[in-house]
């Protein structure tokens, strides 16, 4: 999967790095440039691991030299107190990519994690759980990488590439019917979101075949699936947490959507340290990013 990636995996990295490291690591200058070494990541809580390929290209970015051997996978879940991998090059260029390395890690982990967490708590339920646009800038690529990695799935990438009719929209185009009309005349899924049950209805009537519920109390989301006959799919939106998302996946809806997958996240705390031995071992870099 990182594979489709790639590109935006270095992309991610050259800028995160350019904003770290500017005209040069002042603080790494007090290492002797030839000294080598290794260092280790470690976790220090359970979570959902994610972003070893942003990891792994922090540190060939800075130095083509660092090797890594990782001791889990993205997609992994990760005791507390675990290693994660280890690290061994030039400790300059180690310590420089350190922080940009481990931002990435512990920011992608923790959407993995928080995703895991809500596909656990609708276990046995038809529904699924969705992510939403609400990402952090620049990273919204990553982040549905690792909400897919936690076990949920994607909505639209951005803009370009589905149509979510939304109540500013059926303002502008002229209602409901117009907008769905308009709508269809381009090759893209389309969505309505709709707000109260005889918009809904409305939709229906007009054709539309996948409908975002929004902020639908219970008996609401009852009422809509009750409705529906499962003549469109049917999104959950608003109000969505852990200690609501089972009972809204109880209604029949069939997607729930989650803004906290990727905006409402604690970073998973990770920390890197240098091995005491300093002597450079000999170990084979068998990471299945090696090259990123």
Not at 20 to 34: C, E, H, V, Y
Not at 50 to 64: E, I
Not at 113 to 136: E, F, H, S, W
Request: glycine share 8%.
């Amino acid at each position: 999967m990182l594979d489709e990636l790639l590109e935006e995996v270095q992309r991610n990295v050259r800028a995160a790095l350019a904003e770290d490291i500017g005209s040069g690591d002042a603080t790494a200058r007090l290492i002797p440039p030839k000294k080598t070494g290794t260092a280790i990541i470690r976790t220090r809580q359970k979570a959902i691991l994610c972003g070893t390929g942003w990891a792994q290209a922090c540190f060939r970015q800075v130095n083509q030299d660092c090797n890594m051997h990782w001791l889990a996978a993205d997609g992994d879940e990760i005791e507390a107190g675990s290693i994660l991998c280890r690290i061994q090059g030039p400790l300059r260029d180690l310590l420089t990519a350190e922080r940009t390395a481990i931002n990435f890690l512990q920011t992608l982990s923790a959407t993995s994690t928080r995703t895991r967490q809500y596909v656990d708590a609708i276990k046995g339920t038809p529904a699924q759980i969705y992510d939403t646009r609400k990402t952090l800038p620049g990273l919204r690529l990553a982040q549905k990488y690792a909400v897919r990695i936690g076990g949920g799935n994607n909505q639209r990438i951005g803009l370009y590439d589905a149509i979510l009719i939304k109540e500013n929209h059926i303002s502008a185009a002229g209602g409901i019917q117009e907008a769905l009309a308009q709508a269809g005349r381009f090759p893209y899924p389309v969505q309505i979101e709709v707000e109260t049950l005889s918009q809904m209805e409305e939709a229906l009537r007009h054709g539309a075949q996948s409908i975002l519920l929004d902020n639908f109390t219970l008996q609401q989301l009852h009422d809509a699936v009750r409705l529906n006959q499962h003549q469109a799919i049917l999104e959950a939106s608003g109000g969505v947490n852990l200690d609501t998302v089972r009972q809204i996946a109880l209604t029949g809806v069939d997607r729930i959507s989650v803004g906290q997958l990727t905006k409402d996240i604690g970073a998973i705390d990770l920390s890197m340290r240098l091995e005491t031995s300093q002597a450079d071992s000999a170990f084979f870099d068998i990471s299945p990013y090696s090259k990123g």
